[in-house]
């Protein structure tokens, strides 16, 4: 594989098959992929420290070592397609757009958070993004992602329903409800397994009697394909060729990313189910660290490049706290607004 | 040994509920004393034991129904000295059944189980729930049972319309005039609702055994007592220019009503037409030694009782008054005492103070006459040849036919009237 | 105003035919709803009337089903889910309450859930403890959902339009045993009140509340104590949540005495709500403690003597008020 400046980098498969020819990548492009990246990992390294100072409290799961995924297909979405994501959402919402500000301030459970304070680090949600949510239920986004896809194709709209979730709930029976229904019903969700070989603490081949989760989806009738969820750019080629699938034939796709995630499951995670050697093993494939370093050997980044996006990425997140601390809390007497629509609303 | 018996408390009571003891075994008692709460279907009435000595056992238990006559407890007479009885030697009791010892809590206030609207009821209609029997569940009060128990305390009806005869010597009808002192019966205003949400009564509903037994008694009289009618009006200047003298000299607190001279009056003439001092037991006329006038005390929310003053001509107008005040008080709380209620001879009813200048009362059995007072009011007047304005109050008396007549009935409303111009002989 | 005689169940169809008709957001999604015409036959015709997109069949998945249903709410549609029976309910609960419920308040008001989920539900036809359940005391004790119980034939037909009307997830509840049930309604179709408790027959001596399948055992109750000069009031309390307690304690103000008639298990149920409203409310008003009928501690049998024994009955109804006001 080799390049030049300005051509950009040829992407190909993991185990160097060639594939079919993605569109070339120009080093801005490139930039904002790894800008993207960062700006999610320094956000939650920034978030672990605010939950040790109890400033973010209840669960926190956070997406170190998975931000190619989302940076990758959120770059294949457009504004009115539509996002599900799970309670590892923080990757999504930050690529999705939604402003950090907001979402730090939601973790703190200010007024000013993206949710009113009213959910927490597991529901964000922005209408205005079409971003619904933040499941706390394991599988429990997927029928909905469904039902948006059905309102789409009843309503003759060309829109994608993107649907993330992890390997822990392809168990679950709306796993197999949804993708059977999507399928029976041909909606256009865009189904996203992120299998980072872990439901909380049980490896995947203690949970799944079929490990090859493109296999499920493949037995529903739906196409899917494996994708090295640590490439951003294999990610997000391959979720532009899917997304364009979907939205052009009005039919649901699959796509199952190979990620892993370097930190416990969540902050009370004691992460005794993995053993060192294999985080450091899959720390070798660090999504930033393999982007920066293919850049760099590209000569489509240099140590400048890298310090002004530390320093941008250090700025908005430092302005995101502040807007977190300084945001109000709603008044205890609006403790039951919004459980119903007002009348006339 | 001497038996304490379930007392008649009126003429026409076959039965009565113990509702509680006051006293335990071993209690010391003396004669007149307190010792028991008793129901009738008329009214909760405290009974007197008329024996001195000490409680020996108690042979009813509280909730049953007995028989007039019945034994209800045993007392030993031990000579014990007939003073205010002593107070109960808890220290020397001989270990009781736990069932009768008394504690603390039972002698200040027993529980009393009643649902909440009963209760919201009682307080509305100015019951004491410790008085009520309840027919619920454990001897819970309910509604029904306040109002039965509220129904008896109406044993007559004091409204006009209820009069059958028309009056033989119509006043003339002239709009009401507040004049004078208030009549005998003042009633305190009403008790503001309390803290709770305001329940609508729903008594007017639920009066069905309030109407029964007043319609019972009304029926009885009128079907049994052949009434006739007299009436006087009676010119009170005298009475009231005395009064004010004799208010002027006292302080606030031992000021006369009117209402006294009335019932005085009414005393002192019965001495001269005695045969209206009787009651009628079925088959003749019986006459009472004593005078005991009963007076018709109206109540809080409705009902009406006719506690009687004992001996009332030869009280004093302060004893009067002051047994007036004690009734009056003891009625609303009710805690009148059984010989109150059942030994009238006369009643006298007043409605001066509902603005009515006169009635003609419905005999209570077994007495045989009701005594009637209206408003007084300012009335032309001839006095020597002079027309004045005098206030006036007109005097009625509803007489039994079979023990009286018109002769005799006239002698008393017009001794009546005499006694009245002559205040300081009262 | 012209009126039509229709059963419950044609009630109910003529209120989907006229959501359908009118609102082109609007579309039926369940199991068996399609050619089959629906399990109780409310649907029939109406898969030839508005096509396998708007009659939309279901696999055997209410999870996914009712999930879907959210997300179609969400992105503009208004669809009315046809759950079986309540019975089959639970394997969607995790989407009603977690999401459905929560939706709105979670998301700090920035969307509502327009959904409308109809089931069948109740007791009485030898159907066995798993067919025979009475849930609705579960789903009226979650906040952020709605749940109606349409007791007659007008109800059955303008509860579906008063559901659609609203912006928040209405459950409605549909006792099997009143399908074929008759009355004449006006011809047009109307949305009804969903705020208020109805009295269904006004009486003075004890105040009879109820819903649903339940309704005619209290009525047929107070036809007998009406021969024993009884007289009995009788609430349908038509919306289980929110509750119109201010009909009950209007009542209760004239009669002191309520009777609440549930199908529900007596334990943790919905008449056990009712009650301690009554209570916190309506104490100074109670001249006997509040009383209740509901089905029996067990789950339900198929035999009819046993099933009949359990149920709530009009016989238990008058037993119970017998003993309060004599």
Redesign the interface.
């Given at each position: 594989m080799s390049a030049t400046a300005d051509e950009g980098i040829q992407v190909s498969s993991p185990d160097g098959h060639a594939t079919v020819p993605a569109p070339t990548l120009e080093r801005t492009h490139c930039l904002e992929l790894l800008h993207g990246m960062l700006r999610i990992r320094r956000f939650e390294e920034r978030a672990a420290e605010l939950y040790s100072l109890a400033k973010i409290r209840g669960f926190l799961h956070l997406y170190v070592g998975e931000e190619a995924v989302a940076v990758g297909v959120m770059r294949a979405l457009m504004p009115d397609d539509a996002v599900v994501a799970t309670y590892r959402e923080h990757g999504q919402a930050l690529a999705r757009g939604l402003p950090p500000g907001s979402l730090m301030a939601e973790m703190f459970g200010k007024a000013n958070g993206c949710s009113r304070g009213r959910g927490g680090s597991m529901h964000f949600f922005d209408v205005s993004r079409r971003f619904y949510g933040g499941y706390a239920i394991v599988g429990g986004g997927l029928p909905i992602a469904v039902g948006l896809a059905l309102a789409d194709r009843m309503q003759g709209r060309k829109r994608v329903s993107a649907c993330f979730f992890g390997d822990g709930a392809v168990a679950e029976g709306e796993f197999h409800e949804s993708l059977n229904l999507a399928a029976l019903w041909q909606v256009p969700v865009l189904f996203l397994c992120e299998n980072n070989l872990y439901a909380m603490g049980t490896p995947i081949e203690q949970e799944l009697a079929q490990t090859d989760i493109r296999r499920r989806a493949e037995s529903y009738g739906i196409a899917a394909e494996a994708v090295d969820g640590m490439d951003v750019l294999a990610v997000e080629a391959a979720a532009r060729r899917a997304a364009e699938d979907v939205r052009s034939s009005v039919a649901p796709r699959f796509l199952e990313f190979r990620t892993y995630r370097f930190r416990a499951h969540s902050m009370a995670d004691p992460d005794l189910y993995r053993t060192k050697g294999e985080i450091e093993r899959w720390k070798e494939r660090d999504p930033i660290a393999l982007f920066t370093a293919r850049l760099r050997a590209a000569e489509l980044l240099t140590d400048d490049d890298l310090d002004r996006l530390e320093a941008e990425v250090a700025v908005e997140l430092d302005e995101a706290v502040a807007i977190a601390e300084a945001g109000p809390w709603e008044p205890v007497e609006d403790l039951t607004t919004d459980v119903y629509t007002p009348a006339g609303a | 040994m001497a038996e304490f018996v379930m007392p008649a408390l009126g003429a026409d009571m076959n039965a009565g509920t113990l509702l509680q003891w006051l006293k335990q075994p071993g209690d010391v008692v003396s004669r007149g004393e307190i010792v028991a709460v008793v129901h009738t279907d008329k009214a909760d009435v405290e009974v007197e034991v008329f024996t001195t000595g000490v409680i020996e056992e108690l042979l009813v238990q509280p909730g049953t129904e007995v028989p007039v006559g019945t034994v209800l407890a045993m007392i030993r007479e031990n000579g014990a000295p007939a003073g205010p009885a002593a107070p109960p030697q808890a220290a020397e009791e001989p270990a009781p059944p736990a069932a009768a010892a008394p504690t603390a809590a039972d002698a200040a206030r027993p529980h009393v189980i009643i649902s909440p609207s009963a209760r919201h009821l009682a307080e509305e209609l100015g019951l004491d729930p410790a008085s009520i029997t309840g027919s619920g569940p454990g001897g819970r009060i309910q509604r029904k049972d306040v109002e039965v128990a509220a129904a008896a305390r109406t044993p007559r009806v004091r409204e006009p319309e209820l009069r059958a005869e028309p009056a033989p010597k119509p006043e003339p009808v002239a709009e009401p005039k507040i004049a004078g002192p208030p009549a005998a019966a003042p009633t305190p205003a009403p008790t503001p609702p309390t803290s709770r949400p305001v329940v609508p009564s729903a008594a007017d509903e639920r009066s069905a055994a309030m109407r029964r037994a007043i319609a019972a008694s009304m029926s009885r009289s009128k079907r049994e007592i052949p009434h006739f009618y007299l009436g006087q009006t009676i010119d009170m200047s005298n009475a009231i220019a005395w009064l004010a003298q004799e208010n002027q000299r006292r302080p606030v607190t031992e000021r006369l009503l009117h209402g006294v001279l009335l019932v005085k009056a009414v005393a002192l003439a019965l001495r001269e037409v005695p045969e209206l001092n009787a009651v009628w037991d079925g088959d003749e006329l019986v006459r009472r030694d004593d005078i005991n006038v009963g007076v018709a005390i109206s109540l809080r929310g409705g009902g009406l009782v006719a506690p009687c003053i004992h001996t009332t001509d030869q009280l004093s107008l302060d004893e009067l008054m002051h047994s007036f005040r004690d009734l009056v008080s003891r009625a609303r709380s009710w805690s009148l005492r059984s010989s109150e209620m059942s030994d009238p001879t006369i009643t006298v009813t007043s409605l001066g103070e509902r603005g009515v200048e006169s009635v003609f009362g419905v005999i209570f059995p077994p007495q045989v006459a009701i005594v009637g007072f209206g408003n007084m009011v300012e009335r032309p007047w001839i006095s020597e040849g002079q027309v004045l304005a005098c206030p006036v109050v007109s005097a009625s008396l509803s007489a039994d036919h079979r023990v009286t007549d018109g002769h005799r009935a006239s002698a008393f409303l017009a001794a009546v009237d005499r006694l009245l111009q002559e205040p300081d002989e009262l | 105003m012209s009126t039509v005689t229709l059963t419950y169940r044609e009630a109910v169809r003529a209120g989907l035919r006229h959501a359908l008709a009118t609102d082109d957001r609007a579309?039926i999604m369940g199991e068996d709803v399609g050619g089959y015409g629906g399990a109780f036959a409310v649907s029939l015709g109406l898969l030839e009337e508005f096509g396998p997109?708007?009659i939309?069949n279901?696999?055997l998945?209410e999870?996914?089903?009712?999930?879907?249903?959210?997300?179609?709410?969400?992105?503009?549609?208004r669809?009315i889910v046809e759950v079986m029976t309540v019975n089959f309910s639970m394997l969607a609960l995790?989407?009603v309450v977690?999401?459905a419920a929560t939706?709105?308040?979670?998301?700090?008001?920035?969307?509502?859930v327009p959904l409308v989920v109809r089931m069948a539900t109740g007791g009485g036809r030898q159907l066995a403890a798993q067919h025979a359940h009475s849930l609705e005391g579960w789903y009226a004790h979650v906040?952020?959902i709605?749940s109606l119980s349409p007791a007659t034939v007008e109800d059955a037909r303008g509860m579906v339009l008063a559901a659609l009307e609203d912006?928040?997830p209405v459950f409605i509840f549909e006792h099997a045993t009143l399908y074929p049930l008759e009355a004449e309604l006006d011809e047009e179709p109307s949305a009804v009140d969903i705020a208020h408790a109805i009295v269904r027959r006004q009486g003075?001596d004890v105040t009879l509340v109820t819903y649903g399948g339940s309704l005619g055992k209290c009525l047929d109750a107070a036809g007998e104590l009406a021969a024993d000069g009884i007289d009995a009031e009788v609430i349908d309390l038509r919306t289980l949540r929110p509750l119109d307690l201010d009909t009950i304690l209007t009542s209760l103000?004239?009669t002191?005495r309520i009777v609440i008639v549930d199908e529900g298990w007596k334990t943790g149920g919905l008449a056990g709500e009712i009650s301690a409203q009554v209570m916190e409310r309506g104490?100074?008003?109670?001249?006997?403690p509040v009383q209740r009928v509901c089905s029996a501690e067990v789950p339900i049998p198929y035999a009819k003597h046993l099933e009949d024994a359990a149920l709530p009955s009009a016989e238990a109804v008058v037993a119970v008020v017998k003993e309060m006001v004599i």
């Open positions: - | - | 579309f997109e708007r939309r279901t696999p998945s999870s996914g089903f009712v999930g879907a249903g959210i997300g179609a709410a969400l992105a503009g549609m669809p995790d989407q977690n999401n939706l709105r308040y979670m998301s700090g008001g920035q969307m509502s906040p952020g709605k912006p928040d003075s103000a004239k002191h104490f100074d008003l109670l001249d006997w």
